[in-house]
């Protein structure tokens, strides 16, 4: 069906989004510091992916995503001059004693890494399921942070994910082309995550 394809004619998924991590500013000179703009812009072009595994049971993942995305966003547009970089974000709000966005930042750098491992891992082994590699994901990243409430609901969604080969196929036509753009997209995201997850490592990034 032509409809479920996911690509312009000739192109990728990748083609499709608004912001792609790859061009997501780093400032290397400050600390590695990443722009808040086009981070956000970036995170929520990725949940798009979500649509394209197709199934509702996705949703909860995708609604869990967009909602961190808005409380960094919220506080971003309460505190523009303090919110230029996720770094200054964070830190600025943990300075008025609240933490609403940086716990925000906290679950929405976990729910990329999951998405970010389960992918590069699909890739990597080509004969195995896109539900083995999500719940290997899971198991690494989301899950022992998730409620006893929260754990079904995203196992529910690991286990509906669709074959590889359909997967791949909505992706692009060209599956080498598809691939090839997927591992430079992941790369970058991989980059992001691993400042991320050393910044909020942080004793100043606490609360």
């Known amino acids: 069906m032509a409809a479920a394809n996911a690509y312009p004619p000739g192109g990728t998924f990748l083609d499709t989004l608004k912001r792609s991590f790859t061009d997501v500013p780093v400032d290397k000179e400050k600390d590695n510091a990443i ?3 086009e981070f956000l812009e970036a995170a929520e072009s990725l949940t798009t992916l ?5 199934s509702v ?3 909860p993942v995708k609604s869990d995503m967009l909602g961190n995305v808005k409380k960094i966003r919220d ?21 008025t004693k ?12 976990r729910g990329l890494e999951f998405t970010a491992i389960a992918l590069s891992q699909n890739i990597a082994t080509s004969s195995e399921e896109l539900s083995t590699s999500f719940r290997n994901a899971y198991g690494n990243t989301l899950k022992p942070h998730h409620s006893f409430m929260v754990k079904p609901i995203f196992s529910a969604a690991m286990s509906a994910c669709p074959y590889r080969a359909v997967f791949y196929q909505k992706l692009g036509e060209d599956e080498e082309k598809v691939l090839a753009e997927l591992k430079v997209w992941l790369a970058a995201l991989e980059t992001l995550i691993t400042i991320l997850k050393s910044f909020l490592e942080r004793k100043d990034a606490k609360w």
């Open 98 to 109: 609240k933490h609403t966005a940086t716990e925000g930042l906290v679950w929405l750098v």
């Open 35 to 37: 722009s808040t703009t």
């Open 50 to 54: 979500f649509d394209v595994l197709g």
């Open 75 to 95: 506080r971003q547009l309460a505190a523009p001059s303090e919110s230029m970089t996720l770094q200054e974000l964070a830190l600025n709000e943990l300075k």
């Open 57 to 59: 049971a996705f949703t």
